[in-house]
């Protein structure tokens, strides 16, 4: 039956690479796409006037056409190089007119493990995404009320749990063969939006932490970072899970975004028998909708700056936030008694600690536009986060990376970028390591850093279609474990990832 699903993903990922390249040479011309350039002649778009990734002011110029984080506007669709065919019967019209609309994406990617890691070899990987948003003001008259609704179909494997064994996953949409519910939520809004008061079945990755630059990379890191990832329960409500929670967001004025939401502590549900540590298989449909676990709680102020016409600098976004988790977590190097968990006569099971925590802070920003074309140039991003050492595996996360949109001539759409992000082992972590090697214990690698380095570049061929190929340099995967594969157990090599994806969007 893999085989069958492996095979499958592979004739997906070449099928969808063979429609883009008819559809390159489709394109009207290699630049800006015709509707693109025809929508901010006619509307004088420039930034800071439209919404950006993460619902708040668009700020960064480099911010890409394309992202596989649902937290992006992604405004292209393949529709408009259809024509008439792109809406057999015109039933897409006919429930725009009527407050409804959908969108369809679909990813598929290949990446290549060419050297270290836990082993070479090739990851296919697929994704279906449709999301469905109704406006119940236009549909039934109810002023400021919202529904929306995503769901995913995913198929193939992971490169990270597959080939890499790293911590900072390689791509941003693996996860395991399934085809599930992520977001089924209701948004009243009030005082003319100023107020948001949106509840159901939520995803915390689309609207915290979020970076304008961050989201053009594959790197699913730079989206929902690696100490969140990693230290919440069951990865918190992010791709491809969320769960039940509230959300309230306060917008003063045009510049200040202030929310805060609390959300059930595990998306995948209480493990009840010990079986399953794997959330993503407790909650294989996205629809256990768990209510019982610890709270979840995270809270961030995002301030954009130079948004107003005729600002003398360059726009950005500093945000900060924080989360706190109401359940209990074991130590990771001492049990009950004080003693060392290496020691054999420790019962092996940390001492409980009462919450968990966190805090960030993150900044987005322009630093250079063209003067011919305001909507190309230069942005970058640097983000931070820190959480306790003695409960977490990752104590402290930084990334950062650059991107230029419209860097080459006549490719104004397209993207470029590199970004770089760190993940250290937590202090008791390391402490383990130590104390398991000076008690004797089996010859093992001690942990300090996970660190990957990506360059990617993303070519629009045209409206709803791209190509982006990356390379990422994994260090010391898994903050530097031994290798399971490896009769010594030598610590798993450097990793080199080749990755090629294509996107299309109706």
């Known amino acids: 039956m893999r085989r069958r699903v492996r095979g499958s993903s592979r004739r997906l990922a070449l099928t969808a690479a ?34 950006g990734a993460g619902d708040d002011p668009q700020t960064s110029v480099a911010q890409p056409v394309f992202s596989a984080r649902r937290s992006a506007e992604v405004t292209t669709s393949i529709q408009d190089l259809l024509g008439p065919a792109g809406d057999p019967g015109g039933f897409r019209a006919f429930l725009r007119d009527r407050g409804i609309t ?31 948003d109704v406006d119940l003001d236009t549909l039934a008259g109810w002023t400021g009320g919202a529904l929306h609704t995503t769901f995913y179909q995913i198929h193939g494997r992971g490169a990270s749990r ?7 996953t390689v791509s941003d949409i693996e996860a395991l063969t399934a085809s599930r519910l992520n977001e089924l939520w209701f948004e009243q809004s009030l005082f003319d939006g100023r107020l948001a008061v949106r509840i159901g079945q939520l995803a915390t990755d689309t609207e915290y932490m979020v970076s304008q630059t961050g989201i053009l990379f594959v790197n699913g890191s730079f989206g929902w970072p690696a100490v969140l990832a990693t230290d919440v329960p069951g990865g918190g409500p992010a791709y491809p899970l969320a769960a039940p929670g509230v959300r309230v967001k306060v917008v003063p004025n045009a510049n200040l975004s202030i929310q805060a939401g609390v959300y059930d502590g595990d998306p995948g549900g209480p493990d009840r028998f010990g079986r399953e540590p794997d959330p993503q298989r407790r909650n294989r449909t996205g629809t256990r909708f768990p209510l019982s676990d610890p709270a979840f709680v995270i ?25 706190y988790h109401f359940g209990r977590f074991d130590a990771l190097a001492r049990n009950a008694e004080g003693r060392s968990l290496a020691d054999p006569a420790s019962t092996g099971i940390g001492r409980r600690l009462r919450g968990d925590n966190g805090i960030y802070g993150l900044i987005d920003q322009t630093v250079y536009r063209e003067p011919d074309d305001p909507n190309d140039g230069a942005s970058i991003f640097v983000r931070a986060s820190g959480s306790p050492g003695d409960r977490n595996l990752i ?36 402490r383990l390591d130590a104390e398991a090697a000076a008690l004797g214990d089996l010859p093992r690698p001690r942990r300090s850093v996970e660190a990957v380095i990506e360059a990617t570049y993303q070519a629009v061929l045209g409206p709803g279609l791209a190509l982006q190929p990356t390379i990422q340099y994994v260090f010391k995967p898994g903050g530097g474990i031994a290798n399971p594969y490896d009769p010594d157990r030598v610590r798993v090599r450097n990793a080199a990832v080749f990755g090629l994806r294509a996107i299309i969007r109706y």
């Open 162 to 168: 597959s080939y890499v064994g790293n911590l900072l």
């Open 102 to 132: 959908y969108g369809l994406l679909y990813f598929a990617e290949a990446l290549h493990t060419a050297r270290g890691g836990l082993r070479r070899g090739t990851a296919g990987l697929g994704l279906v995404d449709l999301d469905i």
């Open 395 to 430: 104590d402290l996360y930084v990334d950062a990376g650059i991107a230029y949109r419209g860097l080459f001539p006549g490719r104004s759409d397209d993207t470029v970028g590199v970004a770089v992000g760190v993940a250290q082992v937590s202090r008791a972590a390391r």
């Open 299 to 323: 809270a961030e102020v995002a301030y954009a700056y130079n948004i107003e016409p005729g600002a003398k600098g360059e726009p950005g976004t500093v945000t900060l936030g924080g989360w």
């Open 18 to 51: 063979l429609v883009l390249a008819g559809a390159a040479a489709l394109a009207q011309q290699p630049g800006r796409t015709q509707s693109e350039a025809e929508r901010i002649a006619a509307e004088g778009i420039a930034i800071g006037s439209e919404a």
